[in-house]
Structure formats: C-alpha cells, structure tokens
C-alpha cells in the first residue's frame, strides 16, 4: 500500500507557496500545487517540475476545484497578499478569501482531508492592544482599502472554524505576522524588497510616514518550519506565527543601507491610510503548544535575502510590474 501523504498547496508558485512545497516535496509528501499566477511566477516552483511527487494546476481556486483521488491535506495559500496587488484586484481579493475558501473547505470535507489557512496579522487591523494575542479580536475599518484583504481574511477563519463545528473537518488557522525571504517580489510593495530594490536601483529609500511605525519581520524558514508544526499538532484554534523582534522602520531603512553598502539617502512620504502603526506579535501559544520560535535574526536572514536579490537579472531589478492584471479584471 502506497503510504505517501498527497496535499494540496493553492497559491504555490507565490513567495510562501513555493518555500511550502519546498518544504514538503522534502519531506516525501506528494505535492499538488495549484496557481492561477495572478501575483505568483511559475520561476518559483519551476524546479520542481523534473518530479515526480509534484504536479501543477494552472487553475483559479475561486472555481469550483476538481483533485481526482486521495487527498491528505490541503494548505489554501492563494491570495493576494501585498497592498498594492489586492488594493489592484479587490474584487478577486475578496473572492479567494470567500469562494475560494469556500471550494477548498468542500474539497477537505469530501476527501477526509486537513485544511489549514493563511490568515494573518491584519485581522488585528490597526491594533488597539500590543503585541498582539489570539485572544484579540482586532481593529478593523471594514470599508477602507485595506478592508477588502482584512476582511477576507476574517471571513476565511469564521467560515473554516464554521466547517470545522460543524462539519467535523480538521483544521488549522495560522495568522502570520509579516514574513520575508528569497523569491519575494522586488516590486509587490512591501517594505523589506521596496528598501532592497531602491538600494540596488541606486534610488533614495522611501519612507511613508515619519518612520517611527513599526514592524517585526520573520525570515521564511523560521515560517515554514512554524507551519509544519502546526498542521502536524491538533490545534484548531489560531495560532500567530512571526518574530516578536520589532524595528521601526527609519532604523529598519539605515540597515538596509548598511547590508547594501551603499550611500543613499532617505525620503519621506504621506503614510497611507489604515497603514498600521505597530506590528508585534505575541507568540506565546507557538512557544508553549508547539515549541516553536524563530531561529533565523534579521541580520542572517537579510544577508539570505539580499543574496537572492543581488543574483536578479537588471531586467528584473528594472521591472515595473511583471503582472498583467487585465488578464483576470472583467470591466
Ligand atoms: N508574506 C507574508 O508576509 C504574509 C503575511 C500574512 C499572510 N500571508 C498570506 O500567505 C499567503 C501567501 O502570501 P505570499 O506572500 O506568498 O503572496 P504571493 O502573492 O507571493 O502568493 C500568493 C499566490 O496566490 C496565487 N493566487 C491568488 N489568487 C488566486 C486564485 N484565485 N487562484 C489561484 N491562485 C491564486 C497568486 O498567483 C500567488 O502565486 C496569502 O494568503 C497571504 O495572505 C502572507
């Protein structure tokens, strides 16, 4: 009897996707990635296609999805994840977190399978209470622009905990708290590949706000590994994942600058709106349920980073937006 685990990753040729079918793929999972390549790059997981444990769906998750035979596990990653790529595409924002989850959620009940979804920080919204705990319900505008992934997001863990009571399906929701590493997008907006990109662009860094905000950022292995172990646990409640270790960003850009060696100069812009003014999360239950905690630093896990970035073409270095969003918007 073939004992291998298959599971079903959505969204893997995104930056976590493809680390998570990494991770699995070595493990001996038999791995199905399904994208519809919205914001993720087929670059990502390219390598994995000489295998044989590993198989690709070119398909929208908001779709009804079809997975002949024996399914283990399902992990629904797809979203996008960045500001500027939902702020682009709200209405397929809300509809990966809504019908997608949904078409996923059916899929895990109809195979016997575990589901387990990427939640994330921003279900705290602009947090009232720091660091942040499971037990916070959050602080969230539900029209502002942010609102579309926010609430998509709460929608997916009320929806998956419903699944869950209701239908006895197993499940796991992880709230990931902001995460870098290899295989990011220079240009998606965020602010770790916007710094590294505008240093190696030669460009001033830019700052939106007065850059006392700030943010703790936890390197991808350290995510992964956070992962594994709680799909693997039996805890259906919401776990944070990230690193507690917080920097403002006006000292996060004088680092960038170091790592770089370069001379550049920082300028200031207008914060957006809703761009909240304290990330940190209290991963407490991580520690204790699942003896998790990041091992990587910032500074190992820039050098990492950085690495990846300096071995980008000058035509990726130069690359506005790879993606073509009038692809998928209906007018
Ligand atoms: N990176 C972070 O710091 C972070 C933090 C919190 C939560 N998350 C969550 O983790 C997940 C992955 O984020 P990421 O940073 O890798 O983003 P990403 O944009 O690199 O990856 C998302 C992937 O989902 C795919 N996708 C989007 N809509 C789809 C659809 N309808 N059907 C099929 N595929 C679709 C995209 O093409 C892309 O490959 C997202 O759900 C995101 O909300 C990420």
């Not at 590993?54 to 079809?66: C, M, P, Q, R």
């Not at 990966?96 to 078409?103: A, K």
């Not at 539900?142 to 998956?160: H, L, N």
């Not at 799909?231 to 996060?252: Q, R, W």
Request: aromatic share 10%; proline share 5%.
């Amino acid at each position: 009897m073939d004992t291998t685990k298959t599971i079903l990753i959505t969204g893997a040729a995104g930056f976590l996707g493809s680390h998570l079918c990494d991770r699995f793929i070595k493990e001996g999972y038999h791995v199905i990635g399904m994208d519809n390549l919205i914001t993720g790059r087929l670059k990502n997981i390219e390598h994995l296609f000489k295998l044989k444990n590993f198989e690709f769906y070119n398909h929208d998750v908001s779709k009804f999805i079809h997975i002949p035979g024996q399914l283990d596990y399902i992990l629904h990653f797809a979203s996008p994840a960045s500001p500027i790529d939902y702020l682009k595409i709200p209405i397929q924002t809300l509809k990966v977190g809504s019908l997608g989850i949904h078409n996923c959620l059916g899929l895990a009940k109809a195979k016997n399978a575990r589901l387990m979804i990427a939640s994330t920080s921003e279900v705290y919204g602009d947090p009232q209470v720091h660091p942040q705990t499971e037990e916070y319900w959050g602080h969230v505008n539900p029209i502002g622009p942010r609102g579309v992934y926010d609430e998509a997001k709460r929608f997916q863990e009320a929806i998956t905990m419903a699944y869950h009571t209701f239908h006895q399906v197993e499940t796991r929701i992880v709230r990931i708290f902001n995460t870098y590493g290899p295989r990011m997008r220079l240009n998606d907006g965020r602010v770790l590949p916007a710094f590294i990109g505008q240093a190696l662009r030669g460009e001033d860094l830019t700052i939106f706000g007065d850059g006392s905000q700030t943010r703790s950022f936890c390197y991808v292995d350290d995510l992964v590994e956070g992962i594994y172990r709680l799909l693997h646990s039996d805890i259906s409640m919401p776990i944070n994942i990230g690193n507690p270790n917080e920097i403002s960003i006006g000292d996060f850009a004088e680092e960038i600058i170091k790592l770089t060696g370069t001379d550049q100069k920082v300028i200031y812009k207008d914060l957006p709106v809703d761009d909240p003014k304290q990330r940190q999360p209290d991963i407490t239950k991580a520690r204790t349920l699942l003896n998790w905690e990041p091992k990587i630093d910032r500074a190992e896990g820039l050098k990492r980073t950085y690495a990846y970035f300096k071995g980008l073409t000058t035509e990726e270095l130069n690359e506005k937006d790879h993606i073509n969003f009038d692809k998928f918007i209906i007018k």
